[in-house]
């Protein structure tokens, strides 16, 4: 089928290619539905939504909302998402997009990946787990659902792993979110600092 391109669905069918900036949302796929009364949009075949520096890559594609700039997305099938910061893999996500802006999105798989960008190879950070929550606009990764973590040449598994990508701060089982103990604490020489709350204590992201 004939490839089309869109720039902020339902909004922006008059915007010239050449205007782009990295603050235009742009919209690209095989093929693609269009409910203009319910105000949803079915994207498939190597689907992409793309912003600067981020990407979000899929097969299939479902967006809800009136526009593009304040809608929902449901992604799935060998989906790939990309920020300055972070770069996940998944067989499924979710996605919302605020003001124009990506603000959060959810993935899942068996398992869901993670990576953060921008580090050397001696201090590479990833997580495995099956369900990550990214809030783009703190920074922070929640992993949950039999968790693999490795920083540098360290890693750990455990029941949750919420990770700041800006501090390089990791909290492990946070209190009130996991049943699980860790009970050793880990400095590596990367400078990453590791949080393991005593039952009962307070902690935040």
């Known amino acids: 089928m004939a ?3 869109l720039l902020l669905l339902l909004g922006a069918a008059a915007v010239n290619a050449a205007e782009l900036t990295d603050q235009v949302l742009q919209v690209d796929a095989d093929d693609g539905e269009f ?6 949009q079915h994207l498939r075949g190597n689907v992409r939504i793309s912003q600067g520096a981020m990407s979000i890559v899929a097969q299939e594609a479902v967006g809800k909302g009136e526009s593009t700039d304040n809608s929902r997305w ?5 989906v790939h998402l990309q920020t300055r910061d972070a770069d996940l893999r998944s067989s499924t996500a979710t996605a919302a997009f605020l003001n124009g802006q990506l603000t959060e999105a959810t993935v899942k798989g068996s398992p869901a ?4 960008r921008g580090v050397s190879a001696d201090k590479r950070i990833r997580g495995r787990a099956g369900q990550i929550d990214y809030d783009i ?6 992993l949950t659902s039999d968790v693999w973590f ?15 990508v800006r501090d390089e701060k990791v909290i492990v089982n946070p209190a009130g979110q996991s049943n699980g103990r860790v009970n050793i604490r880990i400095r590596p020489q990367n400078g990453v600092k590791i949080e393991t709350p005593r039952s009962g204590s307070e902690s935040g992201a």
Not at 35 to 40: I, M, S, T
Not at 74 to 78: K, L, P, V
Not at 137 to 142: D, W
Not at 150 to 164: A, H, M, P, W
């Open 35 to 40: 409910d203009l009364r319910e105000a949803e």
């Open 74 to 78: 449901t992604f799935s099938r060998e």
């Open 137 to 142: 606009a703190k920074g922070i990764v929640k």
């Open 150 to 164: 490795t920083y540098g040449s360290n890693e750990f598994r455990g029941d949750v792993v919420v990770y700041n």
């Open 113 to 116: 990946e993670f990576e953060q």
């Open 3 to 5: 490839r089309f391109l």
